[in-house]
């Protein structure tokens, strides 16, 4: 079957995940990737549910996709990832012309349901949990073509229960891959390519395999995750950066903090959503920590590793969040020093146990909150920037950097430091330093990056393969 399709992703880096390993299952079933809808046969929406921002936005853009379907009925348009898992049928019964609802977990399916309705099938919702033998998509990579930053997905789900998050009803029960499998992933991307590899989990810190050793010790949140961590650094030593997101406080234990101190490949950084600076607030939450017990495992994080930093989430405007418990999330914030984060006003998701609250905070005082979370933290973004101006870092290159007026060139390139921090370099042939990591003296501090010139000319652009080691690991599974 040869068919065109163009893939919308909105929401996180999970997502972004799963369009990649979505395009992945329609290439094999003989699609081929176009960039605009008006050209393609298939159009996958790949929805986030998290805010209802993106809710919306999804569905603006399903909306502006009618006049092109009555002027071509045969053109089969798929929601995908969590707005399809939470609405399923009703998302067909509501918006007339969407052909396809599809489950995170079923997107194996979807070439087979896309033959289905080119047949002329009816509409069709297709969303369950893969909950007694789960399946993970992996993304492949094409030899010499991989990202420099590779994206492997750890486990699915969330046995969380935070009261504002559709989470776990979108993505069900926390499944784990094996171990191994992602290792050998890891090792497939790195054998490609790629330098630096992102761990994927909605509480990526909760990892298990019964393959592993048991957990370090008896504290109940101790996890296999430090295990696989060192799983990975061992067996895939060409790795040059590894990073993971996002981590649940609860399991930010001792060991995990030994892994930092022991594993040079993890970077200097972490991110770790706090959400409130407030007890009664996280209690509210269903965050299962108090503000000091964050504050203890993150103080211990950052004690494992000279210059870790951290980053986190906030949401202001919780139910019941008073000034009073504002004004600790905001002493929280300067206290840990956070050099960045992502704040979020509260907004109520369908099926989750803040319904039940009265989402009584006004939408001003929402905003007002946000804004003062925003000063604090640009505030302490800046002088942490500030302090590298002048320093020598290492940053590992990754891709074409937009100048002011928004350009590319081949002499202008972006990376980040292994503490995250991005950093534009402007140099003659900066392009071919893509994929590697170069040393850099910071000049600039930006209002969210820095700028910096090269301590060396630029080389010549590296053969891919020789910057990884071909490293026969396991059989691919
Ligand atoms: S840990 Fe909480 S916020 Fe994170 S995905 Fe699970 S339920 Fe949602």
């Known amino acids: ?156 789900g969330c046995d969380e229960r935070c009261s504002f998050c559709v989470v776990p009803y979108t993505r069900g029960p926390e499944r784990y891959r094996p171990a191994r499998e992602v290792v050998a992933e890891v090792a497939r991307f790195v054998d490609a390519g790629a330098r630096e590899v992102l761990l994927l989990g909605q509480t990526v810190d909760s990892f298990r395999d019964a393959e592993l050793p048991p957990p370090e010790s008896d504290d109940p949140d101790e996890t296999q995750f430090p295990h696989l961590l060192r799983m990975i650094a061992r067996e895939v030593p060409a790795l040059a950066r590894l990073r993971y997101t996002s981590p649940h406080p609860r399991h930010a234990t001792a060991s995990l903090a030994r892994a930092h101190a022991e594993l040079d490949v993890l970077v200097r950084h972490v991110h770790l959503p706090v959400q409130s600076g407030s007890d009664r607030v996280l209690r509210r939450m269903i965050r299962r ?67 039940r609250l009265v989402d009584d905070v006004p939408e001003e005082a929402k905003a007002e909150r946000l804004a003062r979370l925003f000063a604090a933290i640009d505030e302490l973004t800046s002088a942490h920037l500030s302090t590298l101006v002048g320093t020598r870092q290492k940053v590992l290159v990754e891709g074409a950097s937009k100048s002011e007026k928004g350009d590319l060139s081949r002499d202008r390139v972006q990376g980040r430091t292994e503490r995250n921090e991005i950093v534009h370099v402007e140099a003659p042939g900066a392009a071919g330093l893509v994929g590697r990591v170069v040393e850099v003296d910071v000049t600039r501090a930006n209002r969210h990056s820095l700028s910096g010139t090269l301590t060396a000319p630029a080389p010549p652009p590296p053969k891919r393969a020789d910057a990884t080691r071909r490293l026969p690991l396991f059989q691919e599974t």
């Not at 079957?1 to 893939?7: A, P």
């Not at 008006?38 to 996958?44: I, M, Q």
């Not at 986030?48 to 399903?62: G, I, M, N, P, T």
């Not at 210059?307 to 906030?314: A, E, P």
């Open 289 to 355: 920590y108090t503000r000091a017990e964050y504050v203890e495992r993150a103080r211990r994080l950052v004690a494992a590793r000279p210059g870790m930093t951290l980053s986190t989430d906030v949401i202001v405007g919780f139910p019941g969040e008073t000034e009073d418990d504002f004004a600790q999330t905001l002493s929280l914030v300067r206290e840990m020093g956070f050099v960045s984060l992502f704040g979020f006003k509260y907004s109520p998701r369908p099926y989750t146990p803040a319904l």
């Open 1 to 156: 079957m040869r068919f065109r399709y163009v893939v919308h992703t909105f929401g996180c880096q999970m997502n972004v995940h799963d369009s990649l390993c979505m395009e992945d299952v329609l290439r094999a079933a003989g699609g081929e990737a176009v960039t605009t809808s008006e050209d393609a046969d298939l159009v996958v929406f790949n929805t986030c549910s998290v805010r209802e921002r993106a809710e919306q936005k999804l569905r603006s853009e399903v909306g502006k996709l009618l006049p092109l379907k009555r002027a071509r009925p045969d053109l089969v348009i798929a929601v995908a990832g969590c707005v399809a898992q939470q609405e399923g049928d009703k998302l067909l019964a509501r918006v007339r012309h969407i052909d396809l609802v599809i489950g995170p977990d079923n997107v194996a399916e979807l070439p087979a349901l896309l033959m289905e309705q080119m047949a002329g099938a009816p509409p069709l919702a297709r969303t369950e949990f893969d909950t007694t033998a789960p399946r993970f998509l992996t993304a492949t990579p094409r030899p010499g073509a991989a990202p420099v930053v590779a994206l492997v997905t750890t486990m699915k």
